[in-house]
């Protein structure tokens, strides 16, 4: 089975706390390839809590952004129809990789259902790299990929750095 990994694709990434033009840009393009998608679609959503300024992430990146609950945590209306129409899970993260979403996936390996992988979301050069190593590092032998043209990263030479990254450890760049 192909499987499709949404990564956090929530209103605070897009046009709210931590928006950029180029995540603005790409929704079209994830809701059309969603749709379009022959596979399973899993979504991941970054999760903070409202103490996230006493953590390390929160000392590091003092942005509040994607507290449980609010507006800024949710997916945009147009991504949350899709998932909930195709009934996909979500996989809240505490971090930049979801560790459940790995366990989750090596199971669904073990059980013989994973035939590729592919990644899209944001930030190319934070979660979308993190997951995307994780997933590596959980099932080398599994087709990874990622289509550049559904991520935006922090800025355009961030994303860029982060797809080369990417190559450099055998996983696809679309």
């Not at 993260?93 to 390996?109: A, D």
């Not at 990644?119 to 050069?125: A, N, Q, W, Y």
């Not at 935006?152 to 679309?174: P, R, S, Y």
Request: with cysteine.
């Amino acid at each position: 089975m192909k499987f499709l990994i949404v990564v956090d694709m929530q209103n605070d990434f897009i046009d709210g706390a931590l928006g950029t033009a180029e995540a603005v840009q790409i929704l079209p393009a994830v809701a059309e390839k969603i749709r379009g998608f022959d596979g399973t679609v899993i979504y991941t959503r970054d999760t903070h809590t409202p103490d996230y300024m006493q953590t390390q992430e929160g000392a590091n990146l003092p942005v509040i952004h994607c507290v449980q609950g609010e507006d800024g945590w949710q997916l945009p209306p147009v991504l949350d129809e899709l998932r909930t129409q195709m009934n996909s899970p979500v996989f809240d993260k505490p971090t930049f990789g979801s560790v459940e979403l790995g366990r989750y996936m090596l199971g669904r390996y073990e059980k013989g259902d994973v035939e590729s992988i592919e990644l899209i979301g944001v930030c190319t050069d934070i979660c979308v790299i993190s997951n995307a190593l994780l997933l590596k590092a959980f099932m080398p032998e599994v087709p990874i990929c990622v289509d550049p043209s559904c991520c935006a990263g922090t800025t355009v030479e961030n994303h860029d750095n982060a797809l080369a990254a990417m190559k450099m450890c055998q996983i696809a760049v679309k």
